[in-house]
């Protein structure tokens, strides 16, 4: 039996759970399970795998996206950038850390840029944006980050200029304004200068359109959630533990 699941804590609810086992009843994929391991302390991550022989991977979930980097024997490219690790393969003994939310939000992304998508907003500068920018790179888009706390690179809301509108017509929301329950939530940008040239893309899924996305779409905008890049990030976990 070939085992997977995902360490947190607590792990109340699992996408990743449901997802795995329908997944593997749809598509006949016998002798795999997949399961819930709520570990209290991160410092039990290793014992997890000494006590659970059959594992071959994990994904990894809040809050140990980045306190698991330092039981690992290798990370991908996009965990070095980016910090964070949601997705595990041991092989040959090894544990190699992966983030497929690039994956899951590249792959979502790409079918909808049009050729005039050469320039990003991304709102938020927390641990979903690095993932975003990673991705945004690797299609060859530039960005500006918006942000409330100012860091380096970023612009204040206040800063979003009419011209920064026209010229960034992609714009992503990595922030969790407007994810439920806080519903009538939205960034503070400019709304009424959006037009049917913008692709406004939103991380959260629930509701499945927030506030930022009704805006967009009012104005005749492209929009999009992000529940396909969740599915496409669990896929590409798949894709990970299976590869040769």
């Known amino acids: 039996m070939r085992l997977f699941g995902l360490i947190g804590f607590p792990l109340s609810h699992s996408f990743s759970k449901g997802f795995f086992t329908e997944k593997f009843e749809k598509e006949g994929i016998t002798g795999c399970r997949y399961e819930n391991f709520p570990i209290p302390e991160i410092e039990q991550f290793p014992r997890l795998w000494e006590e659970t022989p059959g594992l071959e991977g994990l994904n990894v979930t809040i809050p140990y996206k980045q306190a698991v980097i330092p039981f690992l024997d290798e990370l991908s490219e996009a965990v070095k950038e980016i910090g964070a ?56 888009i530039t960005y500006t980050e918006v942000s409330r ?57 629930n509701p499945a359109e927030t506030q930022f996305l009704q805006h967009g779409a009012a104005r005749g905008a492209a929009v999009k959630n992000g529940h396909e890049m969740l599915v496409l990030q669990a896929e590409a976990s798949w894709e990970i533990w299976n590869e040769g």
Do not use: W
């Open 85 to 140: 690790v949601n997705c595990i393969r041991r092989q040959h003994g090894r544990l190699k850390g992966y983030n497929t939310d690039v994956i899951g939000f590249r792959r979502s992304l790409e079918p909808l840029l049009r050729p005039h998508h050469t320039k990003a907003l991304i709102l938020g500068a927390g641990g979903a944006a690095k993932a975003v920018k990673f991705a945004l790179r690797q299609l060859g």
């Open 149 to 205: 706390k100012y860091t380096d690179g970023t612009i204040g809301y206040e800063a979003v200029t009419p011209e920064i509108m026209k010229t960034h017509s992609l714009i992503v929301n990595t922030t969790p304004l407007g994810m439920y329950p806080d519903i009538a939530d939205a960034p503070p940008i400019p709304y009424d200068l959006i037009s049917k040239d913008h692709l406004l893309y939103d991380l959260i899924y």
